[in-house]
């Protein structure tokens, strides 16, 4: 009976391999196809993010932000412009299948997930503590009538409760996104692996795949449709060849050499 630690490991084991194991995310798109599609969706967002940031920076009318505003500004275009380029990274990376550049942007996502939890989880105490005493101080001063100072209330308490559920829907979004790009990353990991132990076993036994014909040598034994070749294409390595005359020897001469007759 397996003890508490052994199925602690087990759960634990199955865990981690129901989010970043597998092949596939929805059950049947490839993780290298959902990660070329992801980068490419937060390239052009980021791009264009950047874009207007630094547009924002760059122009006169920016002059009348203060010192604070347009370091925050600045900050998110720096920051826009490096997601952009890591994701140009991880585009390529799922192309041409590059292990060490997935790990780049794989890192990169765990870093700016983390960074955007902290903001939203800033912005949600913001919206949700400070917001209630903001929303009756902007509506009694723009709204004299009080029963439009109360629909003032309650619409932007609409809107607020549409920002929260945006908030917490982009973060879910950037997680499991994080977590395709572990799944393939762990993906590439893995036939990694497999390639090198294929390559070690063809130095440790160059013998026995140097003595198959050439079509055989096409297939691997690590390919599921390998299939091993016939004896007849062995060489003499494997086999050695009898000289020409050779006869076995009958039953009645090897009961003759072995009799004590």
């Given at each position: 009976?397996?003890t508490?630690?052994?199925?602690?490991?087990?759960?634990?084991?199955?865990?981690?391999?129901?989010?970043?194991?597998?092949?596939?995310?929805?059950?049947?798109?490839?993780t290298r196809?959902?990660?070329?599609?992801?980068?490419l969706?937060?390239?052009?967002?980021?791009?264009?993010?950047?874009?207007?940031?630094?547009?924002?920076v760059?122009?006169?009318?920016?002059?009348?932000?203060?010192?604070?505003?347009?370091?925050?500004?600045?900050?998110?275009?720096?920051?826009?412009?490096?997601?952009?380029?890591?994701?140009?990274?991880?585009?390529?990376?799922?192309?041409?299948?590059?292990?060490?550049?997935?790990?780049?942007?794989?890192?990169?996502?765990?870093?700016?997930?983390?960074?955007?939890?902290?903001?939203g989880?800033?912005?949600?105490?913001?919206?949700?503590?400070?917001?209630?005493?903001?929303?009756?101080?902007?509506?009694?001063?723009?709204?004299?009538?009080?029963?439009?100072?109360?629909?003032?209330?309650?619409?932007?308490?609409?809107?607020?409760?549409?920002?929260n559920?945006?908030?917490?829907?982009?973060?879910?979004?950037?997680?499991?996104?994080?977590?395709?790009?572990?799944?393939?990353?762990?993906?590439?990991?893995?036939e990694?692996?497999?390639a090198?132990?294929?390559?070690?076993?063809?130095?440790?036994?160059?013998?026995?795949?140097?003595s198959?014909?050439?079509?055989?040598?096409?297939?691997?034994?690590?390919?599921?449709s390998?299939?091993p070749?016939?004896?007849?294409?062995?060489?003499?390595?494997?086999?050695p060849?009898?000289?020409?005359?050779?006869?076995?020897?009958?039953?009645?001469?090897k009961?003759?050499?072995y009799?004590?007759?």
């Amino acid at each position: 009976m397996p003890t508490q630690r052994e199925r602690t490991k087990r759960v634990g084991h199955a865990t981690k391999e129901f989010f970043i194991g597998g092949k596939h995310l929805c059950c049947c798109i490839p993780t290298r196809f959902g990660v070329i599609l992801g980068s490419l969706l937060m390239f052009l967002v980021s791009g264009a993010l950047a874009v207007v940031l630094w547009f924002e920076v760059s122009t006169e009318q920016n002059m009348s932000f203060s010192s604070t505003a347009r370091t925050y500004v600045t900050l998110g275009g720096l920051l826009e412009t490096l997601v952009c380029l890591v994701s140009v990274i991880g585009f390529i990376g799922g192309i041409v299948r590059k292990q060490l550049f997935i790990t780049i942007y794989a890192y990169f996502l765990y870093s700016h997930f983390l960074i955007n939890l902290g903001a939203g989880t800033y912005l949600l105490w913001l919206i949700n503590h400070t917001a209630d005493v903001d929303i009756t101080v902007a509506c009694e001063r723009t709204i004299k009538d009080p029963g439009t100072q109360a629909d003032c209330s309650k619409l932007l308490n609409d809107f607020r409760g549409v920002f929260n559920g945006l908030i917490v829907f982009t973060l879910l979004i950037e997680l499991y996104g994080t977590l395709i790009v572990t799944r393939y990353m762990r993906q590439l990991k893995t036939e990694k692996r497999v390639a090198n132990f294929a390559a070690d076993e063809f130095r440790l036994r160059p013998h026995y795949y140097t003595s198959l014909e050439d079509d055989d040598r096409e297939n691997s034994p690590f390919d599921s449709s390998y299939r091993p070749p016939s004896l007849s294409r062995f060489s003499a390595t494997h086999f050695p060849v009898m000289p020409e005359g050779y006869t076995p020897p009958s039953p009645e001469h090897k009961k003759g050499t072995y009799s004590n007759e």
